[in-house]
């Protein structure tokens, strides 16, 4: 099997409940942190840690993503006109960025079917998957600190944060020894754990390393409520005939795809902002919290 992480696929299907009203006809993938939409955060990450090749499922009301990624021709051509080369400069950048290619999940049964859509793009090879509400703001891209934690093991790879006190049974959690700082060897997962159950503090978030033997696990996946297949069910069944690691990545993660997560991460990127973190730190300095 390869040992080089080329390829990353970005599920993109799910219908964003938690963020109704404002995707009901409009991807939540597409909602912006500033000025820039959640998966263009994440193809950047990709790009940023050596991915090559993209594969992103979508669904109905999707196309945004691809147009977004497409050449704009008129738009190009207008800034073009009037001279705004840095604003075109910007635009054309956003689709030169990789190769992406799309493929429909035609119904949101869930994460687990949302990545077997990615069988035939990912064939023999090593993938990433990476969640794009799932936002990571680090030093090191997140990606690139798990393909270096797969090429060390050559095994799947999947990231996790520490999450202190009973926050902790919002998430899945493993159930893991630290076999050198910051990487642990998995025993097993938990979905969703009372504080009391949970295994560790090490909450499992939104990019994963998988091997092509993730494929036949998500076959073999029974269904669960809503006929959904869950990716942590499939990773359990592999985890019984494979070897299986988490990182604890370095960084700050947002959960972009809430409403309060969102919140937050605007506020946090939007103060690191060149351009806008000044002016805006003033406005929030000057606000009553109290009134
Ligand atoms: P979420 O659990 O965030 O689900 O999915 P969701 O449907 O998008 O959002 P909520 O919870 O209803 O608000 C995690 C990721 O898996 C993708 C989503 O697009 C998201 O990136 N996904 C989920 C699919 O692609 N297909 C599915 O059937 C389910």
Redesign the pocket.
Known sequence: MANKIRKAV???????????PA?KSSP??MLPLVDKPLIQYAVEEAVASGIESILI?T?RDKSAIENHFDISFELEQLLKERGKDEMFAQVRAVSDIAKISYTR?K?????G??IYQAKDFAGNEPFAAL???DIVDSEKPALKQMIEVFEKYNAPVIATMQVDGEAISRFGVIDADEVEPGVYKINDMVEKPAYADAPSDLAII?RYIFTPDIFEAIEQTTPGSGG?IQITDAMRLLLKKRPFYAVKLEGTRHDA??KLGFLIATVELALKREDLGDEFRNYLKSLDLNA
Do not use: S
């Open positions: 970005f599920p993109a299907a799910g219908l964003g409940t938690r963020f109704l995707t939540k993938e499922i669904g999940q119904q949101a049964l869930g994460l079917h949302a969640l794009a509400d939104g959904e795809g809430d």
